[in-house]
């Protein structure tokens, strides 16, 4: 049974930062494209992170240089470090397992608020 378990979320003043986490288990973990989504109130799911199986990384622009994604195959795990947050970093951040030509994987979730 494939699971996606993120975790680290929480309430945060701007400027502050957290670090989010994400357990996969259930899937050959080292095979798979890793990502991280989210989806504030009344807006679309949107790519925020993803970390190819070699390591290569991409970011929304409107995080490039805020937040950093991170993996380690023998821990099964991707992360997320967020740091300089603002108020439009509130949402829902979801954990991703993509394998080419397959529908991807979802974890449950892990609200991030960000104010004051």
Same mark, same amino acid.
């Given at each position: 049974?494939?699971?996606?378990?993120?975790?680290? %979320?929480?309430?945060?003043?701007?400027?502050?930062?957290? +670090?989010?986490?994400?357990? %996969?288990? %259930?899937?050959?973990?080292?095979?798979?494209?890793?990502?991280?989504?989210?989806?504030?109130?009344?807006?679309? +799911?949107?790519?925020?992170?993803?970390?190819?199986?070699?390591?290569?990384?991409?970011?929304?622009?409107?995080?490039?240089? +805020?937040?950093?994604?991170?993996?380690?195959?023998?821990?099964?795990?991707?992360?997320?470090?967020?740091?300089?947050?603002?108020?439009?970093?509130?949402?829902?951040?979801?954990?991703?397992?993509?394998?080419? %030509?397959?529908?991807?994987?979802?974890?449950?979730?892990?609200?991030?608020?960000?104010?004051?």
């Amino acid at each position: 049974q494939v699971q996606l378990v993120e975790s680290g %979320g929480g309430l945060v003043q701007p400027g502050g930062s957290l +670090r989010l986490s994400c357990a %996969g288990s %259930g899937f050959i973990f080292r095979l798979y494209t890793m990502g991280w989504y989210r989806q504030a109130p009344g807006k679309q +799911r949107e790519l925020v992170a993803a970390v190819t199986t070699g390591g290569q990384t991409n970011y929304a622009d409107s995080v490039k240089g +805020r937040f950093t994604i991170s993996r380690d195959n023998a821990k099964k795990s991707v992360y997320l470090q967020m740091s300089s947050l603002i108020p439009e970093d509130t949402a829902v951040y979801y954990c991703s397992a993509l394998l080419t %030509g397959m529908d991807p994987y979802w974890g449950q979730g892990t609200q991030v608020t960000v104010s004051s």
